[in-house]
């Protein structure tokens, strides 16, 4: 009856042999689980009392005690590691231990802890050594008892014998005691020892006040993770002073307390450092208000300088700054609520405080004030450019600030430049002319300045004050390659100009100038043809002869010397029998033509005054079109393709080119540029002669070079198409083409300006910013590459009026005009 | 070091001139020498550019904040400060052995916790 009833209370438990306990604890240490690890080992102890088992409840008491102190409850892994002590209260985990008890304030106990371990032999070596000196510490920051070494000798007696003569350095310094004193202690503590950081601090703070440095460089050899650290982070932070105050967050309390008062500062009171220190650690609000409250007791001026300064941050406290230090200048409030609105990100409000502010300077009269807007007005520039995208650098509102700080600062020189390279990118000249006489004349002797003016001289022909102004730049840059062979190339103009008027004797004379600019060893290809076209003119003769023989080999002779010096004489318009050039030009023919050869035709095509002369040049291409054709299989890159069907168009040898495109054409890398001057040369460059197949072929051709990023391709190829005048009776055909190819044009270049994407911008910015920002995408897309800027504006203008005029009847929203 | 506006890292008022500048700017390179301090110097020659002329001054004074004043308030405070020779309390030297010896035996969990 008494068996069932036992029964029946305590059913059958399954029993588990300790092989398998034993598994499920270590697999439980694995996952962590330390509970249940505990339990597990606690019930291998009391059925088999194996030592090993013992280990396995001390380890996973440890790890619990571990896993508890990482969330703060200290007293609770105590008394877990209490439970793996041994007979002598050593514990399993004693840097643990001595952690928990340190947390809990019980810095005597943990010394006296520590202790026991010193010299016993009883942890790992480098275990042994880590708490050696965290024993050190604690041996010095408390008046723990330190026994008499029964044995000197051993490891225990040596440390305490250390610990001892630490004990008494340390108290030679706190005591203030002569520093010779101090460091004679110090030598009696051994640099192998577990004080050894204690002897470089103290050794520190005898050095600091005459060699900082050096006491820097001796506390180096203290490890990140040794218990004297933070002391020595305290140490160097006072070695900083005054700095330590900037940088607050880098020094709690206790190292605050330290160097306090090891520079004799009052730790508390209304002018504390510390506090602050402390105010500046909480935010520029709590900053504002503590230097407020002190107002009285410090500099007026440098109170209300630094709370002024504090506002941008702080643009609510403006009401509190005026009732304490007078009302704002209508010119420092927007200053202040611009940067505020910067800080926000806020460009728009930024925008319209900094031109308030420049606006409320431009009355004054004082060079400051003018320098002053014409820094608000440059910095508006670059806000207004730096919107989201480079492009913007080009809107109007750039150019009105660039110009608006130009005229507050015409001394300002990057403005100036600034101005003119936007003027250059949209083509208006006359402004370009009117900024290069003015910077001519206020930086004379400016190397980018006298380089606009030598450029902008030689494009209005006026080739004396190019050649002055070169002149003028080599004084400034001697070594300057570029600027010698532009001042070279420059007097070879004016030859020529001499050589149309007819004054071969004035041309030698400019090319006896020239010559003096040729540097040793750099002789000038172009120079010595010109000088023997020139004596060839003037008298002829071997020498003469000679002398453009010398030219032509220094290009490289062949057809490209030759091909260099009928042009030259072509550009001369020269008089002289041209049987020489002519026969010399054929013989070289014989020999068989390279790339390199071809493309230095082409780029000697190039040139200005070349360009300017195209038909006269044409006849010259002509006769060298067989040696010219010779390169026709040649494999030519993009660019080289568009270089030569350039070269060619231009000077009307329709021949060649379709000779080369037909072979292009087979070609599949390019093979659409190469149709495009294949439909150039059956055309002979006129738009007007275009079948039906071949505007289709180029529509798609220039497409699908736009699509592929190849601009300058799709825009050579549109501007073609558009060229024309349509013939009569074609029309309506045409016309048609070409709308449709505009519509998938725009369509494509519309592609990420959805209405929606719109109507967020002018959300996001306002209209004008995003009329802006419209723009500058619309000239990064395919229309970009063909419409005027202008054009550009004025659509990038209607698409943000039509989101905001629909916007403003939200129920029912129309479809914008230009999607209409 | 950390990154203070310009006023501030070379020590000069905004009112500073382009003198002024200079001979602060060259006395703390005798003292801070490339080589010895590189990063000390990259400072105090970033500084001085945007300082060394009227325009850059200007931009630096109107175009954003700086603490040149707070400083000035800082070096005040600090002025009755006697040279690095004074002694500390024993307390503040035992509470920063003792915070030391909290951070060297804390668990590896516990020191790579942010």
Known sequence: ??????????????????????????????????????????????????????????????????????RGLFEQAQILLDNTAGPDGTVCNPLLYVYCLVKRGQQQKAAEHALKYVGTGKLATDQAARLGEVAAALALATPCRLETPQDPQSERGKWLEQAAAARQAIAAWLEGKPHADVDHLLSRISLRSDFKDLRLILKALITAPLDPDRARRLMDAIAPRSPFATLRGAVEAALAAPGWLGCPTGANAAQRSFISQIHGLAESGSQSPSQLANAESSGPGSLFAYLIRRAETMPADDVRSACFNLLPRIPDRIARFEKSFGVLSPFDRHRVLALAAEIHKDTERAEHHWVAAAESLEAAAGSQAKLSVGVIYRHLAKLAGADDNPDCEESPSVLDYLERSHKADPEHLATLLKLIGHYRSTNRLEDVLRLVEEALERFPNDAAVLRQGVEWATRAKDLDRAIGLAHRLLLLDPINASVRQRTIDLRILAA????????????????????????????????????????????????????????????????????????????????????????????????????QA??????????????????????????????????????????????????????????????????????????????????????????????????????????????????????LIWSFLNAGNPAPGTASHREFDVDDMVTELLGASLRDLSPAEVYRLVGQHGAPKAARIVASKLKKSPLGAIAPAEAIRELAQEMVESVVESSATPRSRKTPAWLR | MATLDPFTTLGVNESA?????????????????????????????????????????????????????????????????????ARASRASVSALLVEGVAQACAPEEIVAQP
């Open chain 1, 1 to 70: 009856m008494r068996a069932t009833l036992q029964q029946d209370l305590f059913p059958e438990t399954v029993v588990v042999p300790p092989s398998t306990q034993a598994v499920l604890a270590a697999e439980a240490m694995r996952r962590r689980n330390f509970k249940e690890a505990i339990k597990l080992y606690k019930q291998l102890v009391k059925d088999e009392g194996l030592r090993q088992w013992s280990e396995g409840l001390a380890q996973a008491y440890a790890a619990r005690a571990s896993e508890l102190a990482a």
């Open chain 1, 496 to 595: 020529r100009e001499q050589m149309h008027s007819g004054h071969a004797d004035l041309a030698a004379k400019e090319i006896a100038e020239a010559a003096k600019l040729e540097l040793p060893g750099a002789p000038s290809f172009r120079l010595r043809i010109a000088e023997g076209l020139i004596a060839i003119e003037r008298a002829g003769g071997e020498e003469a002869e000679a002398r453009l023989r010398e030219g032509v080999a220094l290009v490289g002779g062949g057809v490209v010397g030759w091909f260099h010096a009928s042009l030259e004489h072509l550009l001369m318009r020269g008089a002289a029998d041209r049987a020489l050039l002519r026969r010399e030009l054929v013989e070289a023919q014989k020999g068989a033509p390279s790339k």
């Open chain 1, 598 to 715: 071809i493309l230095s035709i082409a780029l000697a095509l190039e040139a200005d005054a070349v360009r300017e002369n195209s038909a006269a040049v044409a006849p010259l291409i002509h006769q060298i079109r067989g040696w010219l054709l010779k390169g026709r299989s040649f494999d030519w890159s993009a660019d080289e393709v568009r270089r030569l069907g350039q070269m060619l168009w231009q000077t009307e040898a329709y021949k060649v080119l379709e000779d080369y495109a037909r072979l292009g054409v087979t070609r599949t890398a390019d093979a659409g540029v190469w149709r495009f001057y294949q439909v150039i040369a059956r055309t002979r460059g006129d738009a007007n002669k275009l079948r039906e197949r071949e505007e289709e072929d180029l529509a798609e051709i220039a497409e699908d070079a736009a699509s592929g990023g190849r601009l300058a391709d799709a825009k």
């Open chain 2, 17 to 85: 001139g382009d003198e002024e500048i200079k001979h602060r700017y060259l006395s703390l390179v005798r003292a801070f020498p490339p080589d010895r301090d590189p990063e000390r110097f990259q400072a105090y020659r970033a500084a001085f550019e945007a300082l060394c002329d009227e325009r850059k001054r200007l931009e630096a004074k109107l175009l954003s904040n700086n603490d040149a004043a707070l400083a000035r308030l800082k070096s005040r405070l600090l002025s009755a400060a006697r040279p690095f020779s």
